[in-house]
């Protein structure tokens, strides 16, 4: 009941000027929700999914491996990529077939009110834990400026992980 409440004509508008249907939004509200729990970032994770979807780049959604393993992963690692999972969005692009947890209603406003990090298909493709570790995460528009967020994280928890 709550979910057909939230779907008023206009959230209706929003869906389909991102061409998602309401079970594609709230699928992708789910990856949005299980990427983070900062509502504030929301957004800006969304958006980095819609420029995927928008592009053809698969999601290559971490917590969609995460689920494929019944949560049960401490981290995820590339051989987990492998797992033959309609949900593994590294090995299928788009979608994937239904929601990986239920998603809050901040989720699905983020997916329904992206912020791209510019325009639409063009802003930002990538993100990264933080190296601050303050749960949030940094974004990034080309794989190489990633690359050094991601580098940054490693050696942080590389270095924390010594202490």
Request: charge should be positive; include cysteine.
């Amino acid at each position: 009941a709550a979910w057909d409440a939230f779907w008023t004509p206009e959230r209706e508008a929003q869906a389909k000027a991102l061409r998602l249907s309401r079970q594609q939004a709230s699928v992708l509200a789910s990856i949005v929700k299980a990427e983070s729990n900062n509502e504030e970032e929301m957004p800006r994770i969304a958006g980095v999914y819609l420029n995927r979807l928008k592009i053809g780049m698969p999601l290559q959604a971490d917590p969609t491996i995460a689920f494929c393993y019944d949560y049960q992963l401490n981290r995820i690692l590339k051989k987990h990529l492998e797992v033959d999972s309609a949900y593994n969005t590294y090995k299928h692009a788009g979608l994937p077939p239904g929601p990986i947890c239920v998603p809050t209603r901040a989720a699905l406003e983020a997916v329904l009110k992206p912020d791209f990090g510019g325009t639409w298909g063009a802003g930002n493709l990538y993100f990264c834990a933080n190296a601050d570790f303050s749960g949030t995460h940094v974004f990034a528009k080309t794989l190489s400026e990633h690359n050094r967020n991601a580098a940054a994280f490693q050696a942080e928890l590389n270095r924390r992980s010594r202490q």
